[in-house]
């Protein structure tokens, strides 16, 4: 409920869907009192004309959290279309050498273990009504190595191929699985890093000398979740 989730709940909740944030924090208050999920909500609920909006608390790295959610939303909705998984976990910026496995262990519960268990939760209930969208985010950092991040590539690469093979299990049950690899952008996640002097340093390299801005990603959230995305796999 919070960065890329917004935007892509905001785009969806633009085009008609009904949108549900699911996140470990729904429910858990501020110390004015209000709800940590509440800024999230009304930031989508901008964009929503009509349809619904809210939030269900959700661990991902837990299997009977994240089959409760999906059980919820079934319930209540009818059907499960759409589900894009955006949860992440930068973890901290320690060379392999350095790595424990208990730094490895908390970035990769959530990707690619958590993506695994979202996934494979929703995909069951799509194939019985077939139809679906699954949409995972992985990260440029899939491709291309940088120094200190081992565990955080290690995931998103693995969502990446994770993807591939939901799409691959699901192709004739007209569920479509992809992974959406946004370059650099500012989110909670990374803003630190690049307002560091090695973040700074890593953007003069590229053409355009900035990262991207969130808003430019609602057109591809909205393709990959509608039906002009069928054939894409």
């Known amino acids: 409920a919070s960065g890329l989730g917004i935007v892509f709940g905001g785009a969806l909740a633009e085009a008609g869907a009904h949108v549900i944030l699911a996140d470990i924090v729904v429910g858990m208050k501020k110390d004015d009192g209000t709800l940590v999920e509440q800024a999230a909500l009304d930031e989508v609920a901008k964009s929503a004309d009509g349809t619904k909006v809210q939030a269900i608390n959700c661990n991902v790295t837990d299997q009977d959290s994240v089959q409760a959610m999906v059980d919820q939303v079934v319930k209540e909705y009818g059907k499960l279309d759409i589900i894009v998984n955006s949860a992440g976990l930068f973890g901290d910026l320690l060379r392999v050498s350095e790595m424990?496995?208990?730094?490895?262990?908390?970035?990769?519960?959530?990707?690619?273990?958590?993506?695994?268990?979202?996934?494979?939760?929703?995909?069951?209930?799509?194939?019985?009504?077939?139809?679906?969208?699954?949409?995972?985010?992985?990260?440029?950092?899939s491709f291309k190595a940088i120094n200190g991040m081992s565990a955080y590539s290690a995931a998103k690469a693995g969502v990446v191929m994770l993807t591939k093979t939901i799409a691959v299990e699901n192709a004739r049950s007209n569920v479509q699985a992809n992974v959406l690899s946004p370059g650099y952008f500012i989110t909670p996640l990374n803003k630190d890093f690049f307002e560091s002097e090695g973040g700074e340093k890593m953007m003069k390299q590229w053409p355009g000398r900035r990262c991207g801005e969130l808003e430019e990603l609602r057109g591809v959230i909205i393709y990959l979740c509608s039906e002009a995305s069928n054939f894409t796999n």
């Open 100 to 141: 424990t496995p208990g730094n490895w262990d908390k970035v990769l519960a959530v990707d690619p273990k958590g993506t695994m268990l979202c996934s494979g939760a929703a995909a069951k209930v799509m194939r019985e009504q077939g139809f679906g969208k699954i949409v995972n985010i992985a990260s440029a950092s």
